[in-house]
């Protein structure tokens, strides 16, 4: 398991890499659409979505949401009837999003009562979710576009090593020294020991990128974004977990080899990518 998931991320991060610096926005944006489709499709299982007719409702439903948000952001001319969704309010709406899911994820499983006996607010919590992953990493990514296309691909690489670095130190080091558990009622594998493993690497992550000033931000200002990104990036990955339990499931599918599925990927980025998206407008920057 460990040796696949060592090889699976050694053949997957050069491919990243290059999509992030090499494609085009709008190739990248369909990308990262696809991504978020096939998220929607594992979604389904955790929102009890059985039957057929369903599953190919609710995937058809977030395909147009996220078409609509993908339309308003590479167009330079929105329409009027879609004006509501210019890229600061879809970020208003998912930051406040996720501020509602902190007392879900700390009052759990008392909270599970919302969603167990209501589908819709299943279905919702899964449009939220996947349609916040899908925002923040096309402003990200989209940062000043217009005047260096680099600027938002090295932005956006920050992001994605500094969650994965939380995610793969949270997992070493849990394996080797975890024994006190973080969250029992949520997760029975994630342990303090395994956080404090996390924030080490986030940490040693955030002084190289400092260090290389590819980021054009100032280092107090990256730390404050850092710190915000990776706590929302622990709740991004809690709230994932918790549905999984509710439906007794390890894994949200098999498609990555020894990583499960697309949502077991991106659970962190769902939370941590909106948030990072409104804090690069927010913090100073470096002229």
């Known amino acids: 398991m460990l040796r696949m998931r060592c090889i699976t991320s050694l053949i997957l991060i050069p491919i990243i890499i290059g999509a992030l610096f090499y ?81 879900l994820v700390f009052f759990y499983p008392s909270s599970a009562l919302l969603w167990r006996t209501s589908r819709i607010l299943s279905i919702l919590f899964g449009l939220l979710t996947i349609w916040s992953f899908f925002c923040g990493m096309l402003v990200v990514r989209q940062y000043n576009y217009h005047l260096d296309h680099t600027v938002g691909a090295w932005r956006l690489l920050y992001l994605l090593i500094l969650v994965w670095g939380m995610d793969s130190g949270a997992y070493f080091f849990g394996k080797v020294f975890g024994k006190h558990q973080l969250v029992p009622k949520i997760s029975s594998g994630k342990t303090w020991e395994g956080l404090l493993g996390g924030l080490f690497s986030s940490c040693i992550i955030f002084c190289i990128f400092n260090q290389l000033t590819v980021l054009s931000i100032a280092p107090k200002s990256l730390l404050l974004c850092s710190i ?29 080899p020894g990583h499960g599925g697309i949502l077991d990927r991106i659970d962190s980025l769902t939370a941590a990518a909106p948030i990072f998206a409104s804090l690069q407008f927010m913090i100073a920057e470096v002229i």
């Open 23 to 103: 494609l085009p926005m709008l190739v990248f944006s369909i990308i990262i659409f696809l991504i978020s489709m096939l998220a929607a499709w594992e979604w389904c299982p955790l929102a009890n979505l059985s039957s057929y007719c369903h599953r190919v409702f609710f995937i058809l439903l977030c395909g147009l949401i996220l078409l609509i948000s993908m339309f308003d952001l590479l167009s330079d001319n929105s329409l009027e009837w879609i004006h509501w969704l210019r890229i600061p309010d879809m970020l208003w709406v998912a930051i406040w999003w996720w501020i509602l899911v902190i007392p």
């Open 228 to 256: 915000f990104t990776v706590f929302f990036s622990i709740l991004g990955d809690l709230s994932e977990s918790i549905f999984k339990r509710a439906v007794g499931i390890k894994d949200s599918g098999k498609i990555i």
